[in-house]
Nanobody, 120 residues
Framework: QVQLVESGGGLVRAGGSLRLSCAASRSDFSINAMAWYRQAPGKQRELVARIISGGYTNYADSVKGRFTISRDNAKNTVYLQMNSLKPEDTAVYYC??????????????WGQGTQVTVSS
């Protein structure tokens, strides 16, 4: 199993910024893609941003130009810098990692989630 430990959520006013971090616990798991998803009350979980090997990134239209995903491969950590936050960004944010074990098996893992609340 891979533990994904998230941090950085909290309460912020509209227009403010937060940075989320997610660290993967196992070095024998080669991560091909890391992503952030979010789920607001009463809504389905949605992809916010993803970064894959080689540094290619993609974003939900609703966050383009405001959020930036980045990755520190040496630390097995992914970050989500969130600027110009809006009340509609309020949600529980989940980290996801997909990759291959050194033994050859594939895996897909989720963090426990971190709450982001943006007040108007």
């Amino acid at each position: 199993q891979v533990q994904l430990v998230e941090s950085g959520g909290g309460l912020v006013r509209a227009g403010g910024s937060l940075r989320l971090s997610c660290a993967a616990s196992r070095s024998d798991f080669s991560i091909n893609a890391m992503a952030w998803y979010r789920q607001a009350p009463g809504k389905q979980r949605e992809l916010v941003a993803r970064i894959i090997s080689g540094g290619y990134t993609n974003y939900a239209d609703s966050v383009k130009g405001r959020f930036t995903i980045s990755r520190d491969n040496a630390k097995n950590t992914v970050y989500l810098q969130m600027n110009s936050l809006k009340p509609e960004d309020t949600a529980v944010y989940y980290c996801n990692a997909a990759g291959v074990w050194s033994t050859g098996g594939i895996g897909n893992y989720w963090g426990q989630g971190t709450q982001v609340t943006v007040s108007s």
